[in-house]
């Protein structure tokens, strides 16, 4: 596990902070967690598959590593990457026979002894702009929750004009993540 006393980025969501207090104007802010189990094992199981992408494979997107032709969706076997800072991964969004591209770039990944995940931000050509964090926690009690923030706007050109089903997918997206750990 890192330091956690290390110099972290700069995000928007505030990753490693317990209560996230500073949240940017212009921006609509979410935050939510979600019970994923109890103890030690739970934790370590988790991060790993978080740190694997498996939140975002598990909720209907598949994930292309940059450029390396590494992809991994929810119907192979094959392990994806591990998530790193400055991977510029394209998410793919699976919608029926459709794919549709959200090029993105992992801003930090942290790991401490109760707290884990990573957070990225949209490039362009993304339907929104903003930051999503996936945090895993573990509490002194040993329940395990991922708590997912984010801050979104509509993203540029033509996705403006679909903000309204954007954020409905949103919606839909994150009841999923909420569900993709859980034991």
């Known amino acids: 596990m890192a330091d956690p006393a290390r110099d972290y980025p700069k995000t928007l969501t505030d990753p490693l902070s317990p209560r996230w207090i500073e949240r940017p104007d212009g921006y609509r802010s979410f935050e939510s967690a979600y019970?994923?189990?109890?103890?030690?094992?739970t934790f370590d199981r988790c991060a790993e598959?978080?740190?694997h992408w498996e939140v975002k494979i598990r909720?209907?997107?598949d994930i292309e590593v940059g450029g390396r032709g590494e992809t991994r969706t929810g119907e192979t076997?094959?392990?994806?990457?591990?998530?790193e800072a400055g991977q510029e991964p394209t998410i793919r969004v699976r919608l029926g026979p459709f794919r549709l591209p959200e090029p993105s770039r992992v801003i930090d990944v942290f790991e401490t002894t109760r707290r884990c995940g990573f957070t990225y931000g949209t490039k362009p050509g993304h339907p929104i702009t903003?930051?999503?964090s996936f945090i895993l926690i573990r509490t002194p009690d040993?329940?395990?929750?991922?708590v997912l923030?984010?801050?979104?706007r509509a993203g540029a050109g033509?996705?403006?004009?679909?903000?309204?089903?954007?954020?409905?997918?949103?919606?839909?997206?994150?009841?999923?993540?909420g569900r993709a750990l859980r034991v």
């Open 35 to 41: 019970f994923v189990g109890r103890g030690q094992d």
């Open 49 to 51: 598959e978080l740190l």
């Open 59 to 61: 909720s209907g997107f």
């Open 77 to 83: 076997g094959s392990e994806p990457p591990r998530v």
């Open 130 to 132: 903003g930051e999503e």
């Open 142 to 146: 040993d329940r395990v929750f991922l």
């Open 149 to 152: 923030r984010s801050v979104s």
């Open 158 to 177: 033509i996705w403006r004009l679909g903000e309204p089903l954007v954020r409905l997918a949103q919606v839909i997206y994150r009841r999923r993540y």
